[in-house]
């Protein structure tokens, strides 16, 4: 089992920022994907971004430019430094680690964006 423990979500001004972190402890193996999702009211779950152990992301169109996913692969903790944040930013935000063929969650954090 893996267990992962976000944090960083918040209430935020339009155009401001927010960073948040996800740790990720138990079962971990050093070759996996760690990347953030988020879920709108009334909407899908969606990728935000993601990076794999060997440093390969892929960013939602939405939020290029603006996001930047990293990890520390030492401590098994994926960050996601949000910038000129918008109100449709607004979701519970969820960590994700991907390794053999198993999918983990977060419990969720709350982004909200006030315009």
């Known amino acids: 089992q893996v267990q992962l423990v976000e944090s960083g979500g918040g209430l935020v001004q339009a155009g401001g920022s927010l960073r948040l972190s996800c740790a990720a402890s138990g079962r971990t193996f050093s070759t996996n994907v760690m990347g953030w999702y988020r879920q709108a009211p009334g909407k899908q779950r969606e990728l935000v971004a993601d990076?794999?152990?060997?440093?390969?992301?892929n960013y939602a169109d939405f939020v290029k430019g603006r996001f930047t996913i990293s990890r520390d692969n030492a401590k098994n903790t994926v960050y996601l430094q949000m910038n000129s944040l918008k109100p449709e930013d607004t979701a519970v935000y969820y960590c994700?680690?991907?390794?053999?063929?198993?999918?983990?969650w977060g419990q969720g954090t709350q982004v909200t964006v006030s315009s």
């Open positions: 990076i794999s152990s060997s440093g390969i992301i």
């Open positions: 994700n680690v991907y390794q053999l063929l198993y999918a983990y």
